[in-house]
């Protein structure tokens, strides 16, 4: 994994990239009261395959409220947690990760706290979370930058990848850790962890209206310009 930043002509498309994202769709600003525990965090990733962020988030809460604790949810059965997660695409997947992963964490740190993370580079954070059953990139990305560590590490979803492999900053058949791999050394140095959520944050917006999976607007898109595909097709 390479954390270092550095200069390169794509860091310059994804500032301008950044500026066209805001003027189109305005801020998207996570508030500090907004950020999460990493514990919360980790486990609304680990529950929250093909699901709405607003259904993960819904049961995320309610499963705290219930348990007070992520160690009393690990002491569930996986029927338990099961009936708890009937929001979730696929529940019985959901229950079973799960209770896979906060035992796993339990059986290695003792209980379900990520506080011994702080203490770790982003990068050494990153390969230890992905150790654990249901977690892959962008969940432990997300853990190290949408949660109170507020650390510099993008999260990469199905939507960021496709506008990433379509414009040609990433390759086109990159997967979620490859699109990280070659995201991080390339995102402008001045960023901030908040500037790199709000990237984030914009470019799902940019792939839930013009970019979608099928037939993109690129005659529309303020993006055209610095885009392979835009150019390509709509030049
Ligand atoms: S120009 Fe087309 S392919 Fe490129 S980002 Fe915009 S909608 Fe997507």
Do not use: Y
Not at 94 to 101: F, G, N, P, Q, T
Not at 108 to 130: K, Q
Request: charged content about 25%.
């Amino acid at each position: 994994m390479q954390l270092n930043l550095g200069p390169d002509d794509r860091t310059q498309i994804l500032r301008r990239l950044q500026g066209r994202l805001i003027a189109a769709f305005g801020r998207i600003v996570r508030p500090p009261e907004k950020r999460r525990s990493p514990e919360w965090v980790l486990v609304h990733g680990v529950i929250g395959a093909q699901t709405k962020t607003a259904a993960s988030n819904a049961s995320t809460d309610s499963l705290l409220a219930e348990f007070g604790s992520w160690d009393e949810v690990a002491r569930l059965s996986i029927q338990d947690l099961e009936a708890r997660l009937q929001r979730q695409t696929f529940p019985s997947v959901a229950a079973k990760r799960l209770s896979d992963c906060l035992n796993a964490i339990i059986a290695e740190r003792g209980s379900v706290d990520l506080r011994h993370l702080s203490n770790l580079e982003t990068d050494a954070a990153i390969a230890w979370l992905e150790t654990f059953p249901g977690v892959a990139r962008k969940n432990a990305a997300g853990v190290m930058n949408a949660s109170t560590f507020n650390r510099k590490a993008i999260v990469i979803d199905g939507h960021h990848r496709r506008i990433m492999q379509r414009m040609g900053i990433v390759a086109a058949k990159a997967d979620t850790a490859k699109t990280f791999d070659a995201l991080m050394p390339i995102l402008p140095p001045e960023w901030s962890a908040e500037d790199i959520d709000e990237h984030h944050l914009l470019l799902k917006k940019l792939g839930q209206t013009l970019c979608r999976p099928r037939m993109p607007q690129c005659p529309n898109c303020f993006a055209k310009g610095d885009c392979d595909h835009g150019s390509r097709t709509h030049g």
